[in-house]
């Protein structure tokens, strides 16, 4: 009996792993293509706007560049001070950006813009990663999570290691 089911399992085996596998969706059943590339350079462009109007304390600008809703997050650990913080939602978010910018009015220098930028995109949104290296901080590795709002990129989640200088990439 235990023979004859190890025979029929073993044939229902061989017979699933010989079968056609399912043929992939038309460009049409998979929805509207996503020009990879353009999506880029708008999450750039986000970015890049984001980074300028903080470091210049341009608070209005800066609010365009997020979304505002409950449950977006904001998270800095900073190694080189050894201190952490979090944000969660919106109105804790934009409180603690304009305090600080009310408490540190002095523009401060713009990294570069970023161009090389690592990124995964889900239909409207996109995980993005990448490293910069600011004049006051030093190295820095950000992590954003993007979301498409009305055509536009915007950021729902962001963290931010800062490293200090320290810690410099090496590897060069």
């Known amino acids: 009996m235990i023979k004859t089911l190890h025979y029929c399992l073993l044939f ?8 056609e596998p399912p043929k992939n969706p038309s460009k049409a059943e998979q929805g509207p293509s996503i020009d990879f590339e353009q999506e880029k350079q708008a999450i750039l462009a986000t970015l890049n706007s984001e980074t300028a109007a903080a470091f210049q304390r341009d608070y ?3 609010t365009t560049k997020w979304v505002h809703d409950a449950d977006i997050t904001k998270t800095y650990l900073d190694f080189s001070k050894n201190t952490f913080s979090q944000s969660l939602g919106w109105k804790e978010i934009s409180e603690f950006v304009r305090v600080f910018i009310e408490e540190n009015p002095e523009p401060e220098p713009v990294p570069q813009p ?8 889900y239909g409207n949104g996109a995980w993005v990663s990448y490293e910069q290296h600011d004049e006051i901080r030093g190295r820095k590795r950000e992590t954003r999570l993007m979301e498409k709002v009305d055509g536009e ?6 963290q931010t290691t800062i490293y200090g200088f320290d810690f410099e990439d090496k590897t060069e």
């Open 60 to 62: 209005e600008t800066w």
């Open 114 to 121: 970023l161009n090389q930028i690592d990124i995964r995109l």
């Open 153 to 158: 990129w915007k950021i729902a989640g962001m």
């Open 12 to 19: 229902a085996l061989i017979s699933w792993g010989c079968s």
